[in-house]
């Protein structure tokens, strides 16, 4: 009934390209646990593997951090500034303030680090990890966002977008400006108007 | 009304580009989305234009669980609110139509047309729940929207959608004749989950070039056989009556779940 299912056909494997079990279209991108490579690597001898070494960033205020090539290479921007050569010293992240790239860095660490998600224990973990990283003042929260959307990290985008979206989901117009601190525009009449083209949603 | 209350009260979320914006609301069901058109200026049309068109009905659902006579007014928003985006959609694409709602084969004419419009946008994912509250399957499946054979641009009897990549479908009929022609004209499909489909019995894909990686069949109550081989597919889940499966040849397979119920 199940027959040629092994994965010995396997001639190339690198832990950057990693399956994705997209059940959701949500589900964040997970990585391989230092134990999971070290395993793969005694079952598959012949297989390419990719070395890791570290990355140095500097943000916009001139520090620098040292990281993993795995972990750096969660930002897509970095992985291919990476592949097109351009890591010799260091990579400039002019756009990024050391206090966020800090933050940046945590995430992506916490999330290459984590054991394969399919166990309840490290899934749980996971989330309630993203949970309390969004626990934070509206300005940092924006800058995470920007940060994550120069760096193209698609999980901590989706993360923090989800964040933004949640405060919004629900509100009414008043409230969403309330929460936010966005001056109201409208004039009465234009108000009025918009409102009247919209009235389905106020339902 | 203007708060001044210090460096607290600073409006950091207008200062966000159009795109990031619109990221945002893509995450919010379209109904909540709208809503933001009337807080600023910067927003008015944002949402008119957002490629990800989720019209997520779980709200209304949920309030019809506790009144059922809420039922046809409901829908009669629900479609409503839906051809009214439709209608005033401006962008060239549409990467992702989500309908989730208490629809049939009685609103047949509706659905298609709104299946016509996201294959003219070049959709990529499509998703059609039509369930209620309790998101079951449909016991009869003959009140199941029938997923219709003619949608390609020249109106013949062709399911042509080549933009396709993502496909959930749940309470909605497929034929094995349009399973087949899925899996033939869409090059880029990836995903195929179907939950609830009457119709399909036999499946067979193999020894074929196929981008098809995940492939969920669920509650389908005819289903008795199912034969995958030669492929790339990475997952397979099944859940339903007993049936003669037969997988060979997957060498990427990574998860298989299969769930047989008695």
Known sequence: MLKNLNSKHIQRFSYKYLPQFPISPNSPKLGFSRSQIANYRSNFPTTIMSSSKTIVLRSSDGET??????????????????????????????????????????????????????????????????????????????????????????????LTCQTVADMIKGKTPEEIRKTFNIKNDFTPEEEEEVRRENAWAFE | ????????????????????????????????????????????????????????GTGDLTRISRDWRLLNRKRQMYVYQVNDVIGSYNHPMVEELRIHFDLDNDH???????????????????????????????????????????????????????????????????????LEQF???????ETISIHGSGYLTKIRVSGRPLNLKHFEIDECPMMSSIHLSDFDLVSFVYKGQPMNLNLANLPNLRKLICSFIL
């Open chain 2, 108 to 178: 047949r004419t509706l659905i298609d047309g709104w299946l016509k419009f996201a294959v003219k946008k070049k959709v990529e994912t499509i998703e059609l729940y039509f369930v209620d509250n309790e998101h079951h399957t449909r016991f009869l499946t003959t009140y199941n929207y029938n997923f219709p054979l003619s949608l390609s641009h020249r109106n013949d009897a062709v399911v042509e959608i080549p933009s396709l990549k993502k496909l959930y479908l749940k309470n909605v009929n497929v034929t094995e004749e349009i």
């Open chain 2, 183 to 189: 899996l033939t004209n869409s090059p880029h499909l």
């Open chain 1, 65 to 158: 951090f040292e990281v993993d090539e795995a972990v750096a290479v969660e930002s897509q921007t970095i992985k291919h500034m990476i592949e097109d050569g351009c890591a010799d010293t260091s990579i400039p992240l002019p756009n990024v303030t050391s206090k966020i790239l800090s933050k940046v860095i945590e995430y992506c660490k916490k999330h290459v680090e984590t054991p394969n998600a399919d166990e309840k224990v490290a899934e749980e973990d996971l989330k309630s990890f993203d949970a309390d990283f969004v626990k934070v003042d509206q300005s940092t929260l924006f800058d995470l966002i920007l940060a994550a959307n120069y760096l193209n990290i698609k999980s901590l985008l989706d």
């Open chain 2, 1 to 56: 009304m203007e708060v001044d209350e210090g460096s607290d009260s600073k409006d950091f979320i207008t200062e966000l580009s159009d795109d990031i914006v619109a990221m945002i609301l893509c995450l919010l069901p379209i109904k909540y989305a709208v809503v933001t058109g009337s807080v600023c200026k910067k927003w008015r049309f944002l949402w008119r234009n957002l490629r990800k068109l989720n019209f997520d």
